[in-house]
Structure formats: C-alpha cells, structure tokens
Nanobody, 121 residues
Framework: QVQLVESGGGLVQAGGSLRLSCAASGSIVSINVMGWYRQAPGKQRELVATITRISGTNYADSVKGRFTISRDNAKNAVYLQMNSLKPEDTAVYYC???????????????WGQGTQVTVSS
C-alpha cells in the first residue's frame, strides 16, 4: 500500500524558517511530479510548489524567492524549505505525488495527511 508521510510542520515566528519533508512508502515503480499544496482556514487548497522527476520546478507567485522545493529520487522524498515565513503562510501543508504503484498500470495521484504550519506575527 502506497502512502505519503509528511513531517516538519510547527510553530514559528514571522521571518523564521521551517523545512517540510515527505516520503513515499510502499511498492512503487516510479514517481512523476511531486509537490506541496496548502489550505488555510476558510480557503481552498492551493498550489505551493511542484517538482518533476528531473527537478524542473514551479512555484506560486506568493512563495517565489522564499520557498525552495527539492527531491531525492533514491529516497522517494520531496522537501520544502520555507524561509522568511509570513503569517499569511499559516496553513495545513499537504504533500502530493503522482505515483505508479506495483501491479497498477498507471500513475495515481496520492496525498499526504497534512502538516500544520503556523507563523506568528
């Protein structure tokens, strides 16, 4: 059974940094795009950043220059380094990955359980 497990959330003051990690486990053939999304209270889930298998990246305008996404294909992991955090970055952050599981003939979209990031002013 494939699953994504996130870690690294927490409480930080404005201007501080956090690093989120997400690892995929289970019987996996391949992982295509991996990414991070977030959902603040009362708002829709939004894209934060994505990264392809060959490390092509895409960022939301609101985090460009402050957040950096990276991945380790050998570990089936994706990371999000968040610097210069602002109160408006407060949200539940979700890991997402396009995964081809063993014995399945296609890529399937998986989500992590979410990790809370709270930035105090």
């Amino acid at each position: 059974q494939v699953q994504l497990v996130e870690s690294g959330g927490g409480l930080v003051q404005a201007g501080g940094s956090l690093r989120l990690s997400c690892a995929a486990s289970g019987s996996i053939v391949s992982i295509n795009v991996m990414g991070w999304y977030r959902q603040a209270p009362g708002k829709q889930r939004e894209l934060v950043a994505t990264i392809t298998r060959i490390s092509g990246t895409n960022y939301a305008d609101s985090v460009k220059g402050r957040f950096t996404i990276s991945r380790d294909n050998a570990k089936n992991a994706v990371y999000l380094q968040m610097n210069s955090l602002k109160p408006e970055d407060t949200a539940v952050y979700y890991c997402n990955a396009d995964i081809w599981p063993v014995r399945i003939s296609k890529f399937i979209d998986y989500w992590g359980q979410g990790t809370q990031v709270t930035v105090s002013s």
